[in-house]
């Protein structure tokens, strides 16, 4: 039984898969590592929250080359991948298993930046808010919290158009169709999106100020914010 967000059942098709169902993924990663303040030459700490085959987070030390990350996942398939992937930045990166908001962040640490993309939408309602404090906690005065996710329209049809799009987008990229359906809808079953909206303000009930919705493409989104100085 697949994890939530796993996506694939083998996790090492996932890098070439991804990119097949999740239209400009590449520059939704550029819209996060746009973000941040800091300068290249920064040392910031870093926690990234569902790291997965650590895409987001080996280009994340490669944009901030003093950086240090601690890349945090529940999928033992996925980090297995990531560790292989990740393997060249050496003691710059640490792996961690576990779940997020249970063992992630833990407050035994403090960072400059929290990253996260295509994960944080598994969450229920509660459990995001509950996430969006424990990172607020676990942020330096003047750090930011930047997430690319999944979001959810209220208007059904933007829905609709949205679900059109990923299909065209797939078989643009030459899947077949009915593998597309079969590799989401096992993984539809653990998505949970909120909308845009709401959790700009869930961000600002936790105190972030800066909350700012960043890019967006149909229902991918890059938004964030900023705990005070
Ligand atoms: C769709 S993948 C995204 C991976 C990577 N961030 C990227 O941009 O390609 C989602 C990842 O989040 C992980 N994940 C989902 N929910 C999680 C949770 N509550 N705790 C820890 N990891 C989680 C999954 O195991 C998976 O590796």
Redesign the pocket.
Known sequence: MK?????FADASV?DPG?EAIVPR?DEL?DAILNSPPHDRSEAIRVLE?????G??TAKLLTRFPESSVLA????EQ?LVEAERKLETFGDRVELGQ???PED?PDQTDEFDLVV????VH??DEGEKKALFDAIYDCLNPGGWFINGDVVQFDAPHLEALSGDMIENWVRSKGWEEADFMDEWEASDDYDNPSTLTDQLVWLRESEFEAVTSIWQYYNFAVYGGQKPE
């Not at 994890?3 to 996506?7: H, L």
């Not at 945090?72 to 999928?75: E, R």
Request: proline share 3%; aromatic share 12%.
């Open positions: 994890k939530p967000g796993e996506v996932y991804i993924y990663h929250l569902g790291t997965g085959t895409e987001l945090a996942d529940h999928s996925m576990g779940a997020f992630y996260s993309s295509l994960a598994h969450l």
